[in-house]
């Protein structure tokens, strides 16, 4: 990671902050621009931690933007090659939050999250193990904690304001928030992302278990991709080397964190504890080796 002081909360006076979120503030610049700051902040069971890891931004703005440029013949997405140095007058502001910000597209975010799995983990296992099935989608019996699936399915989530907790609803649900014809290009287009994405994976020994993607549409209606793509903070990857089902397999994320926070008697709900430099340390290991393993 970058030899530089962790950032939890970034400052462009010279723009108006219109949003933060987990780990992104967002700011206005025109009506056609927005910048995205990610910032160095962690969240874990929708509640942001008060530690940030260092560095974590830009690996995660790299890794987005490697992904986004892998996808862009699929589906068209926020990025406008702008520089921040060309919105701002502040230049030794910019060239501080250059690596960790992105010029977008102001776009509309539709209410949803897309979530693909390849493999039975997290949320989708209990699902499974009190209903057989995920989001109303109906598995084989018998399988395992981290079992790979038949084939990548669609599950889509609600999603939470800060502080709480996504919600796994159905298709059916998702056709009634935002219209049988843009679900159907969601689901298409998040399931042709992920497999591309599964398969550069794999080649390089990583398991990228499931993700969850978020869309936009401009004023004429046009679909984009929006936020992050295929980073360790919206998906689990694992090593193929310590891959096997039974288990939850260690992942190049905030796993660390997730052990660490079950060892605590915590409710999961904000304020969150502070970490051990241990943890902080690990986890940023884990991000900096996702990003470059991935992208090399």
Not at 72 to 92: F, K, W
Not at 118 to 131: F, K, N, V
Not at 262 to 276: E, F, I, Q, R, Y
Request: charged fraction near 25%.
């Amino acid at each position: 990671m970058p030899d530089t002081d962790p950032l939890f909360n970034s400052i462009i006076p010279e723009l108006s902050r219109i949003g933060r979120g987990k780990v992104r503030d967002i700011y206005a610049v025109d009506q056609h621009h927005l910048v995205i700051v990610t910032t160095d902040r962690l969240s874990a069971y929708d509640v942001v931690l008060p530690n940030p890891i260092e560095g974590k931004g830009e690996v995660l703005n790299k890794l987005s933007n490697f992904w986004f440029e892998m996808m862009e013949d699929l589906i068209p997405n926020h990025l406008t090659g702008i520089s921040l140095g060309s919105v701002i007058s502040d230049q030794e502001l910019a060239n501080t939050l250059e690596l960790r910000s992105t010029v977008v597209r102001r776009l509309k975010p539709l209410p949803v999250e897309a979530v693909v799995r390849g493999y039975l983990i997290g949320s989708g296992w209990r699902d499974y193990q009190s209903t057989g099935e995920i989001c109303g989608i109906s598995l084989p019996k018998g399988l395992k904690q981290a079992s790979q699936l038949p084939t990548p399915i669609f599950t889509p989530a609600t999603k939470a304001e800060a502080g709480d907790h996504d919600e796994n609803i159905s298709y059916s649900e998702l056709q009634f928030i935002i219209g049988e014809k843009l679900a159907s290009l969601i689901r298409d287009h998040s399931i042709q992302i992920y497999e591309r994405a599964a398969a550069h994976a794999l080649d390089r020994n990583i398991i990228i278990a499931d993700t969850k993607f978020e869309f936009g549409q401009d004023t004429e209606g046009r679909l984009y991709i929006i936020d992050e793509i295929l980073t360790p903070d919206s998906s689990r990857f694992w090593p193929l080397s310590d891959y096997k089902a039974g288990i939850s397999p260690p992942s190049y994320d905030k796993q660390f964190v997730r052990d660490h926070l079950d060892t605590l008697d915590w409710d999961k709900t904000a304020p969150g504890p502070k970490l051990p430099n241990e943890v902080l340390e690990l986890t940023s290991k884990k991000y900096r080796e996702a990003l470059d393993i991935l992208t090399t």
